[in-house]
């Protein structure tokens, strides 16, 4: 049971400030020499990764909708020691998700909420806006509040005795700072694998925290953690341990390749996996006496030229299939797998052509939204009526139309995901399988323990 102190950041909005709040914390209080321990709510592949370049610790998600309740206490509890000091990133709004919002996992885990308030167009109404989010859900414990993006020493002062009358911890004022920005793209954020903050942006984070918020107000807040929502250690984390031989399976792993949530490896270890990390973008072909693959997602629309030049690497993994052995893919590994791969500028560049199909990117988003998978047949996940949770979002599509398409029937292509809205994915072929959905195996630990056996099933 860990009952360490713990905070959530939240934000009223997207787009607020969050992110940039929540790592310049962690930067400040790094530098004091704690043990952060970074947290991130939702299905965000982008943010643990720029969590982990400031604090040089594995952020791990935590979403209940996804999760499940007893999951999502039971890893922050796994992860985060008594030494330690808890830092939980929101996602969206304070309230935006339902059971997968910030609220609901603050209330979860039973830790203090610090709002971040984007100031940059109001001054006085700022007052009613924390109002109103301190007061809407009195089960939740709205601990502090941080005013982002304050143009003047006037904007700052009228603020101020607006939000005298709250009653509620103002733990700071941070000014516009346009020089401290994460570029980004079509998916979010740039990854912290791209050192997005170069030039001394840590450290101007971490000063500029220092200069402009009570930190030791913000650390006693912290204090403020209901100890009796510490959950024991969960037998999640126990129940798919193997004693049996471990088995190598290969985890694409670059640029291109870079979205996997960390608890899935986790588990993967559990179940009995030695995870063998390569790049399709370097690697001239597949690591040696592998029993299975997974291609987690990523961007391979940015590198599909690179990937393409890599005939090898593309060969190596279409005879890997071709041999029958249990290979996994999600998103990004399910477009390198496709026949073609055409970017947002019309070039079109082969791929892995496991699938006969092609894939084309979009101009606007196809897809985004939680899933809740149904495994309709036996699969290297497990058997038909399986439920699976997972996230879906992305640009692309697969073409389905047209000859090749039609005439996967007789090559024995299998569509074993049910989703909710009667919507089939899941492209199952021999012992392939790929989608767009992301899977957590947070809430399905014996999905993770079902592709480890059968990787050792197939190992001969």
Not at 81 to 106: C, I, N, Q, R, Y
Request: glycine share 10%.
């Amino acid at each position: 049971m860990s009952t360490a102190p713990a905070i959530l950041i939240a934000g009223t909005h997207s787009g607020c400030g969050k992110t940039t709040v929540t790592l310049a914390i962690m930067a400040a209080l790094v530098r004091r020499g704690l043990q952060i321990v970074p947290f991130k709510c939702g299905p965000d592949f982008i943010d643990p990764t720029l969590h982990e370049m400031v604090t040089g610790q594995v952020s791990r998600n935590l979403d209940v909708r996804m999760c499940g309740k007893d999951f999502v206490r039971a890893t922050f509890s796994h992860h985060l020691p008594e030494t330690g000091f808890g830092v939980v990133e929101g996602v969206m709004g304070l309230f935006d998700g339902g059971t997968g919002s910030a609220a609901h996992l603050a209330k979860t885990l039973g830790i203090p909420v610090i709002l971040v308030v984007d100031v940059r167009s109001a001054a006085e109404s700022v007052a009613a806006v924390v109002k109103g989010f301190a007061t809407l859900d009195p089960d939740l414990k709205v601990a502090g509040v941080i005013c982002n993006r304050v143009g003047s020493a006037r904007h700052k002062e009228l603020i101020e005795e607006a939000l005298k009358p709250l009653s509620l911890p103002v733990l700071g004022f941070l000014p516009r700072n346009e020089n401290i920005t994460i570029p980004s793209r079509h998916l979010g954020l740039h990854m912290g694998t791209e050192s997005p903050l170069q030039n001394g942006g840590i450290d101007a984070l971490a000063a500029l925290c220092e200069r402009h918020l009570a930190m030791e107000n913000l650390l006693q807040l912290a204090q403020g953690r209901n100890k009796s929502f510490a959950s024991q250690e969960n037998t999640i984390f126990t129940t798919i341990k193997s004693d049996a031989p471990p088995v190598r399976i290969g985890v694409a792993k670059d640029a291109a390749f870079c979205f996997y949530y960390a608890d899935n490896l986790e588990l993967l270890r559990l179940a009995g996996a030695e995870l063998v990390f390569f790049s399709p973008l370097a690697d001239k072909e597949l690591p040696q006496n592998l029993a299975g693959l997974y291609l987690g997602g990523g961007y391979p629309e940015l590198y599909a030229q690179e990937l393409a030049a890599n005939e090898s690497m593309r060969e190596s993994v279409k005879k890997f299939s071709i041999k029958n052995k249990p290979l996994y893919a999600e998103c990004g590994g399910f477009m390198y797998l496709c026949d073609s791969l055409e970017n947002q500028d019309g070039e079109v560049f082969p791929m892995c052509a496991v699938y006969p199909f092609p894939c084309a990117m979009n101009a606007k988003l196809r897809k985004l939204g939680y899933r809740n998978p149904h495994l309709t047949s036996e699969s290297i996940l497990g058997s038909a009526g399986t439920a699976l949770f997972g996230h879906e979002f992305h640009y692309s599509t697969i073409i389905e139309e047209g000859t090749a398409f039609q005439a996967t029937g007789s090559q024995g292509i299998q569509v074993v995901y049910h989703l909710e809205d009667d919507q089939k994915e899941g492209y199952y072929l021999r012992q392939t399988l790929a989608g767009y959905v992301h899977l957590h195996w947070g809430r399905t630990p014996e999905a993770a323990a079902a592709f480890v056996n059968a990787c050792r099933f197939f190992l001969n």
